[in-house]
């Protein structure tokens, strides 16, 4: 029998994490369940709290989370943090299951130097921010938004269909997809079924067969953005992609061109974001990620009327839920069966 430790939230949910982990264990292990207060309560960031320097994207006291943990062997969870102090405390931790795409609320140095085995699940929300793409993606290409935005004003904008005004379809567009990896790839996917023409960059992975035959080309940053009517964002944050985007790409769009980023908000400079939509070089952005979170309520682009925006919620859906909930759970069997972990960070 292990002892298990859930710590879920209001999105990952702890109910959900200990159902999944029976289905795939038995219910012979002792669990218990802690619920933290996120996204009702916001993330905590560690480099604005003592002792918690490397760490971002958590939430939990330190003491709270070591009581409560306690002597388990296995934690499961999305956003507790565990810092050097706090995994010092917890001599009897060997694995933690974080339900994310990378555990930024580890301390990964401090765990392997405390011989703690730390998991996680990439791609449990490829799925629905590929899908939240396309919806922003058409936001902007079909004028959703600014019709909506008008009817809410009882302005009814006829005029919307006038040939000089009116939308375009993704049939007779390019676009241009910056990062082809788990959401990437799916975007692709997504696009191609509208008959687009897709233009992918990302220097580190070769498109796949279907994608080449399909007639995706795979090109350079410059070519990209020259050609692309639209270009979206999802590469991961890196030295190398903070800021991407920023004044220097930006004037290399084509003019009229729209801009999206569903991935993360450190990837773009939005003060030449602003300037660019302000001047008229960018038609309009749809932006779900921001360098501040939440934003500040006199952010110079919530004012822009040719900016759509949405509170970071891409990744949310009810699938992501059980699917990353499935996937930590895979993982702990995997660790009681004394086999290899699927996803080790």
Same mark, same amino acid.
């Given at each position: 029998?292990?002892?298990?430790?859930?710590?879920g939230?209001?999105?990952?949910l702890?109910?959900?994490?200990?159902?999944?982990?029976?289905?795939?264990?038995?219910?012979?292990?002792?669990?218990s369940?802690? $619920?933290?207060?996120? +996204?009702?309560?916001?993330?905590?960031?560690? =480099?604005?709290?003592?002792?918690?320097?490397?760490?971002?994207?958590?939430?939990?006291?330190?003491?709270?989370?070591?009581?409560?943990?306690?002597?388990?062997e296995?934690?499961?969870?999305q956003?507790?943090?565990?810092s *050097?102090? /706090?995994?010092?405390?917890?001599?009897?931790?060997?694995?933690?299951?974080?339900?994310?795409g990378?555990?930024?609320?580890?301390?990964m140095?401090?765990?392997r130097?405390?011989?703690?085995?730390?998991? &996680?699940?990439?791609?449990?929300?490829?799925?629905?921010?590929?899908?939240?793409?396309?919806?922003?993606?058409?936001?902007?290409?079909?004028?959703?938004?600014?019709?909506? $935005?008008?009817? *809410?004003?009882?302005?009814?904008?006829?005029?919307?269909?006038?040939?000089?005004?009116?939308?375009?379809?993704?049939?007779?567009?390019?676009?241009?997809v910056?990062?082809?990896?788990?959401?990437?790839?799916?975007?692709?996917?997504?696009l191609?079924?509208?008959?687009?023409?897709?233009?992918?960059?990302?220097? =580190?992975?070769?498109?796949?067969?279907?994608?080449?035959?399909?007639?995706?080309e795979?090109?350079?940053?410059?070519?990209l953005?020259?050609?692309?009517?639209?270009?979206?964002?999802?590469?991961?944050?890196?030295?190398?992609?903070? &800021?991407?985007?920023?004044?220097?790409?930006f004037?290399?769009?084509?003019?009229?061109?729209?801009?999206?980023?569903t991935?993360r908000?450190?990837l773009?400079?939005?003060?030449?974001? =602003?300037? &660019?939509?302000?001047?008229?070089?960018?038609?309009?952005?749809?932006? $779900?990620?921001?360098?501040?979170?939440?934003?500040?309520?006199?952010?110079?682009?919530?004012?822009? +009327? &040719?900016?759509?925006?949405? +509170?970071?919620?891409?990744?949310?859906?009810? *699938?992501?839920?059980?699917?990353?909930? $499935? /996937?930590?759970?895979?993982?702990? *069997?995997? =660790?009681?069966?004394?086999?290899?972990?699927?996803?080790?960070?």
């Amino acid at each position: 029998m292990k002892k298990i430790a859930i710590i879920g939230d209001r999105f990952m949910l702890p109910d959900v994490f200990r159902d999944k982990i029976v289905e795939a264990c038995g219910d012979e292990h002792e669990i218990s369940m802690l $619920e933290l207060p996120w +996204p009702d309560v916001p993330m905590e960031h560690g =480099y604005a709290v003592e002792g918690m320097d490397g760490l971002k994207e958590y939430l939990g006291k330190p003491g709270d989370i070591v009581d409560f943990v306690g002597d388990a062997e296995i934690l499961v969870t999305q956003l507790a943090p565990l810092s *050097r102090t /706090m995994l010092a405390d917890l001599p009897g931790l060997k694995l933690v299951a974080v339900s994310r795409g990378g555990p930024v609320n580890i301390d990964m140095k401090a765990a392997r130097e405390a011989g703690v085995l730390v998991v &996680n699940t990439p791609g449990r929300n490829a799925s629905a921010v590929a899908e939240f793409t396309i919806g922003a993606i058409l936001a902007e290409t079909r004028l959703i938004r600014v019709g909506h $935005e008008a009817l *809410r004003r009882s302005e009814w904008r006829g005029d919307l269909y006038r040939a000089d005004r009116t939308g375009r379809e993704l049939s007779e567009m390019a676009v241009g997809v910056i990062g082809y990896g788990n959401i990437g790839t799916k975007v692709v996917r997504l696009l191609r079924a509208f008959g687009t023409k897709v233009l992918v960059h990302d220097p =580190y992975v070769q498109l796949s067969a279907e994608d080449r035959n399909a007639g995706v080309e795979h090109v350079a940053l410059d070519e990209l953005l020259a050609r692309a009517d639209l270009v979206t964002l999802h590469p991961r944050v890196s030295e190398e992609t903070k &800021n991407m985007m920023n004044a220097e790409t930006f004037a290399k769009m084509k003019p009229g061109a729209i801009f999206v980023n569903t991935a993360r908000g450190p990837l773009c400079d939005y003060d030449a974001l =602003y300037e &660019n939509l302000v001047s008229g070089h960018l038609a309009s952005a749809m932006l $779900e990620t921001f360098a501040v979170e939440p934003v500040p309520e006199d952010w110079p682009l919530l004012k822009l +009327p &040719n900016v759509t925006l949405t +509170p970071h919620i891409a990744g949310a859906s009810v *699938r992501t839920v059980t699917y990353a909930a $499935e /996937m930590a759970a895979e993982e702990v *069997r995997r =660790y009681i069966a004394g086999l290899p972990p699927v996803n080790p960070c």
